[in-house]
């Protein structure tokens, strides 16, 4: 599974994870970083219910279940690379 991205960009900061659509921004670190779990949250149902048989879609399968089982902190953690 790709590692996440967090960057210093225009006053603020920026998240992303390569390969994947789904990028987040915030005034703040913490608030990008809020952000981008919400949009990774987004990401798993929009997977769900209609992006799993899309082929560039597919492989996102593992990062989908991870997102859907953790907890914010889980994934504020693995964002901001505290979770090996």
Same mark, same amino acid.
Do not use: C, K
């Given at each position: 599974m790709a590692r996440a991205r967090v960057i210093p960009e225009g006053g603020g900061? *920026?998240?992303f994870v390569p390969g994947l659509p789904v990028a987040a921004d915030g005034a703040t670190f913490d608030a990008a970083?809020?952000?981008m779990i919400a949009a990774l949250r987004e990401y798993a149902v929009d997977w769900q219910e209609r992006l799993l048989h899309a082929p560039n879609h597919r492989?996102?399968?593992e990062l989908v279940r991870?997102?859907? =089982? *953790?907890?914010?902190? =889980?994934?504020?953690?693995?964002?901001?690379?505290a979770e090996q």
């Amino acid at each position: 599974m790709a590692r996440a991205r967090v960057i210093p960009e225009g006053g603020g900061w *920026s998240v992303f994870v390569p390969g994947l659509p789904v990028a987040a921004d915030g005034a703040t670190f913490d608030a990008a970083i809020t952000e981008m779990i919400a949009a990774l949250r987004e990401y798993a149902v929009d997977w769900q219910e209609r992006l799993l048989h899309a082929p560039n879609h597919r492989e996102h399968r593992e990062l989908v279940r991870f997102v859907s =089982r *953790s907890e914010d902190e =889980r994934l504020r953690a693995w964002l901001v690379g505290a979770e090996q």
